[in-house]
């Protein structure tokens, strides 16, 4: 599966999700402009825990807590899906690195995707990994 394949997945997953959940209020940009100068007066330090936990970037607008399906929140797959991107990095460097930096790069991919908690966007990035250096 190829990196914009996962884009595409996780796309039609926002597209499909936005359908389901109830519409935002009034004042929602309000409050995301609120948000986003919160964000921005926040320490280097903070800004990274937040990109590592993939707030900001999947699902705005929706708090962590919301619960997408039985044992399965907006947090949990904000988390899951900066886990793939960071998996996806590693992956990505893997192409034209000696053997012993493959392996490593691997490795370190393997640990971030075994961190990821829902099982489909685990198992297609484990699907990702097994066909990286394959041509």
């Known amino acids: ?41 926040r320490p280097e330090a903070e800004k990274e825990d937040i990109k590592k936990e993939g707030r900001g970037e999947y699902l705005e607008g929706y708090d962590d807590s919301h619960v997408l399906s039985p044992n399965y929140t907006v947090g949990d797959y904000r988390k899951d899906h900066a886990l793939a991107d960071e998996a996806q990095k590693y992956i990505d460097q893997m192409a034209g690195a000696s053997p012993e930096e493959q392996e490593r790069l691997r490795k370190k991919a393997e640990s971030a995707i075994n961190r990821i908690y829902g099982r489909t966007l685990k198992g297609q990035m484990e699907e990702v990994l097994a066909g990286a250096g394959k041509s």
């Open 1 to 41: 599966m190829r990196e914009d394949d996962i884009t595409g997945i996780s796309q039609e997953f926002d597209l499909a999700l936005s359908r389901i959940m109830p519409p935002r209020g009034k004042g929602a940009q309000e409050r995301d402009m609120e948000m986003a100068n919160h964000h921005r007066m």
